[in-house]
């Protein structure tokens, strides 16, 4: 920085970050050591005590879940990679038709509601799927889609894209010359590719494959609507926590606490492969996608499209279930509006409260995240150091976690926000505030802070050069960022469904429900608004922004 | 008897043609620089006979070994890389230990011969660090020893300085020369640097155009270019047109002198005399031709001094002198007498590459 500031800018981001601190504290920290907290806490004593955890950790019911939880967090993570690292190589290495359309389709798979997938391969291969209908009106029984492979299969194609996004672009930024030298040394193109290509792209790998797991460990919607009976220990979590009611939520809390050791573990593992990996990309020397022909070319095509057709057939299938005629819960056959009708007869609260809540969440994301990745970036304090990390904690604490946090914090005196509004507001904000301020705190790094000393070498003052300056260039990052909080919040069910009353119901709550209830017209038509507005963001985000697809991973 | 053989070699992207029938015999054990501007088809030389590029036409042969057509990872020529290329998931060690795993040398050979070429390029203590704990320079070493330790038939490197400093750049070119004398390996050396060319080869190849302009050693180079533009690529170098004047008498910057004899009856030609043969305000000791003029620039670099001088009928005139203090005292605007002698005189057809005229 520089060393002359008029006393009033700095007296400003002090400000901003005691105010920054108070908040995280009030909003992230407090309510996860209240959670913390409870775990040790004998339920009806209220003493200190490692009972629960014992039971968790000792009880078949426990850890069968923690079983299957680790089971689908590989299972996803897995099932994600074998997607994501072929398709992202096809891409980035041969010419493929249509390149742009694919990652379109990818990003749009990534921000559609995550239970759609589960709710849509009910529609294809459930028990009246109308895939599992035909193919028996031929003689072929189907597997069911219920159980675990239908949920690692629902997550592999959910959350792909991550993994396909950040490796294409790793592979896009591979100096040539690392693997013309494999090639001189001896390498045919297969031990080329595992020698140096995926060790070189491993780290956007790992990075993609963690966040598949921490997500698909997280994931609520999935697993309750095709799990059937197979608990995860978010579904049992949410179980126990309503059963729980009126008492305090012990257990909910000892299980969730597992869950967030296991993402931190996993987050944790992946840090520390990082830590001896520091690979300077060059963009001086990039790899030129290379033409294929024939038979091979066919192949690479048929690859990519049947990669992104599988991921975004749940949307498709939303979309025309939303169309299909209904009387009731009951499909008539034919086209119709009526799953629009009912929706907006029945449910207009939902959109309603949906879009007031994510656009005020929204709204205080893009400023709050402006400012503290401002703090975090010009002015390294040891205390933004410590925001920094403090941030980096939303990212694996699941959202029934953290709604079961709110629920021990705001719910008396001042501080009683139970059913209301701006709990759902508050959830979604810090939540999401991280990915709000990563969007900045990236585009403001590659600002060089010259830049703005040049201004102000011209004669702005510091604060004109900020606005005049600094602001502008940083906007594209500042609306792709909340582009992206805004979709994930208008997708956000984990954390509201236990926050929710009759009066602030949201799109994904009431889809959940209608699923539960086998009301598919209600669900799919819901599922399509949410659809269109996080495409619509989508489109915002691919049309003003440079680097395109990065914007999501 | 020649170690790597270039039979009529073209290649051609769309319709810029990078190689125009390429042929080069390059013997066992030289140090042969391909040596040129930007877009000479020199890399892309390089490349095909490391065999990242497919020729259109033309043949390879590495000894008796036709090699045109062997994909790169079966032709057993070492490379070494502009961008140093050393694997940054694997630590020094096992980027050396590379090429010979997968050849399948036996696990006690390859320790041996890693550390051992390891100490030849001064990184025997560095075997565990990663690339990123190394500087550009050591990364390059290690791009040199992993490219030596599998024994190559032929050496073939890239511009391997040209990502360095300055300082750097010259202490490794000395090191490399001196590796390459003491393990007799024929090498074939990438280079845009005229200077670095000159100091490090046995022979210079200067290609212009995807053509080779000229071949020979660093002296006769730099003293006896075939043509113009290597006249004027390689070194400094001043150009001046003869303007023939009646049947024996040239206008030479403004002078009318006698034709010299080699160019009688040429028609217009170009001359040109390098820098450090102009002499300033100092007498001829032999036939040649005088000229005064007014000094517009000097500048002192310690080792010489460099004068830039406006003659008349001519434009400005560069001069290379050994600094003394009566010369550096020269001011701009100044009056000097240049002179330089017929002898250092070449001269060349006219056209960017005209042939040199003897």
């Known amino acids: 920085m520089t060393s002359r500031l008029p006393a009033a800018r700095i007296e400003f981001w002090s400000v901003v970050m005691g105010v920054s601190i108070a908040v995280i504290g009030l909003l992230l920290i407090w309510p996860i050591a209240q959670v913390l907290v409870l775990g040790f806490l004998h339920p009806e004593t209220q003493t200190f005590t490692l009972a629960n955890y014992a039971k968790v950790l000792t009880h078949r019911y426990y850890l069968g879940a923690l079983g299957n939880t680790l089971i689908i967090g590989i299972g996803g993570m897995v099932g994600a990679c074998l997607l994501g690292i072929p398709l992202a190589y096809c891409t980035a290495r041969y010419v493929v038709k249509g390149r742009s359309l694919i990652a379109t389709l990818a990003v749009l798979a990534l921000v559609s509601p995550p239970f759609i997938g589960a709710y849509s391969w009910v529609v294809v291969l459930g028990n009246n799927g109308w895939l599992t209908q035909h193919m028996k009106a031929l003689g072929v029984a189907l597997p069911t889609i219920y159980g675990i492979h239908g949920i690692i299969l629902v997550f592999s194609l959910k959350f792909f894209p991550f993994v396909y996004l950040m490796t294409e672009s790793a592979l896009r930024n591979i100096n040539r010359s690392f693997e013309e030298a494999a090639e001189n040394l001896g390498c045919s193109r297969l031990e080329r590719l595992f020698k140096v290509t995926l060790p070189l792209v491993f780290p956007a790998i790992s990075s993609g494959a963690i966040l598949c797991f921490v997500l698909s460990i997280a994931d609520f919607g999935t697993p309750s609507i095709i799990g059937r009976d197979f608990r995860t220990l978010s579904t049992i979590a949410y179980n126990q926590y309503t059963s729980e009611m009126g008492g305090p939520p012990t257990m909910a809390v000892s299980i969730s606490m597992l869950m967030i050791v296991m993402s931190m573990l996993a987050v944790l593992l992946q840090r520390h492969l990082m830590s001896k990996r520091r690979y300077a990309g060059s963009l001086t020397n990039l790899t030129v996608p290379k033409v294929c022909h024939g038979a091979f070319g066919v192949f690479v095509h048929a690859l990519c499209y049947a990669i992104v057709a599988l991921a975004t057939l749940p949307i498709a299938v939303v979309v025309y279930t939303s169309f299909l005629q209904t009387s009731g819960p009951v499909f008539t056959g034919g086209f119709g509006l009526n799953s629009y009708a009912r929706v907006i007869q029945e449910v207009p609260d939902a959109i309603a409260n949906t879009f007031k809540f994510s656009l005020i969440a929204t709204v205080l994301i893009t400023v709050a995240g402006g400012l503290i990745s401002y703090i975090i970036v010009r002015r390294e304090t040891r205390l933004s150091g410590l925001l920094d990390t403090v941030l980096m904690v939303p990212y694996v604490v699941p959202g029934v976690v953290m709604a079961i946090g709110f629920l021990l914090t705001f719910n008396q005196g001042a501080l009683d926000l139970v059913g209301t509004g701006a709990i759902i507001v508050l959830i979604l904000f810090i939540r999401r505030l991280p990915y709000g301020v990563r969007a900045t705190s990236s585009v403001l790094r590659q600002i060089k802070p010259s830049i703005e000393e040049a201004a102000i070498s011209l004669g702005a003052s510091p604060a004109r050069a900020f606005f005049k300056v600094t602001v502008p260039l940083m906007m594209p990052g500042v609306i792709a960022g909340a582009m992206m909080s805004f979709i994930t919040a208008i997708n956000e069910l984990s954390s509201t469904l236990l926050l929710y009353t009759a009066r602030t119901a949201t799109m994904p709550v009431r889809i959940y429900s209608a699923v539960l209830d086998g009301e598919f017209g209600i669900a799919a038509a819901l599922s399509t608004i949410l659809l269109v507005s996080s495409g619509l963001c989508v489109f915002v985000v691919l049309r003003f922004s440079r680097s395109k697809e990065g914007n999501f991973v | ?358």
């Open chain 2, 1 to 358: 008897m020649a170690q790597v053989r270039l039979k009529n070699i073209r290649k051609s992207y769309g319709n810029h043609v990078a190689l125009k029938d390429i042929s080069l015999d390059i013997e066992s054990g030289a140090f042969f620089t391909l040596l040129g501007p930007s877009g000479c088809g020199k890399t892309t030389l390089l490349r095909a006979i490391a065999g990242f590029h497919q020729q259109d036409a033309g043949e390879i042969y590495l000894g008796q070994q036709s090699i045109g057509h062997l994909g790169a990872n079966k032709r057993n020529v070492g490379m070494v890389f502009q961008d140093y290329a050393v694997f940054p998931h694997l630590n020094v060690f096992d980027n050396v230990a590379f090429g010979l795993v997968q050849q399948k040398v036996p696990a006690n050979e390859i320790r041996q011969r890693v550390l051992s070429i390891l100490e030849t390029v001064q990184l025997g203590q560095l075997a565990k660090r990663m690339p990123h704990q190394l500087s550009g320079g050591q990364q390059q070493r290690v791009g040199l020893a992993r490219a030596l330790v599998i024994r190559p038939k032929v050496l073939l490197m890239d511009e391997p300085l040209s990502n360095l400093d300055a300082k750097l750049r010259v202490d490794l070119r000395r090191d490399i020369r001196l590796l390459q004398q003491e393990l007799g390996i024929t090498t074939v050396y990438v280079t845009h640097d005229q200077e670095e060319a000159l100091s490090i080869s046995d022979q210079v190849c200067v290609m212009h155009d995807g053509v080779v302009q000229q071949v020979g050693s660093p002296w006769v180079i730099y003293n006896r270019p075939s043509n113009r533009f290597v006249a004027s690529f390689v070194g400094a170098n001043n150009f001046f047109a003869l303007d023939p004047v009646g049947e024996s008498r040239v206008r030479l910057m403004g002078q009318e002198v006698d034709v010299p004899d080699v160019v009688r009856g040429r028609g217009r030609i170009v001359a040109s005399v390098r820098p450090e043969k102009v002499f300033v305000n100092q007498s001829l000791g032999g036939q040649g031709w005088q000229f005064d003029g007014v000094l517009r620039q000097a500048s002192f670099t310690g080792r010489e001094l460099q004068l830039s001088v406006d003659v008349p009928g001519h434009g400005l005139l560069d001069a290379l002198t050994a600094p003394s203090e009566s010369m550096v005292a020269l001011k701009p605007g100044q009056s000097v007498r240049l002179a330089f002698l017929a002898a250092d005189t070449l001269y060349f057809a006219e056209g960017d590459t005209g042939a040199l005229l003897s």
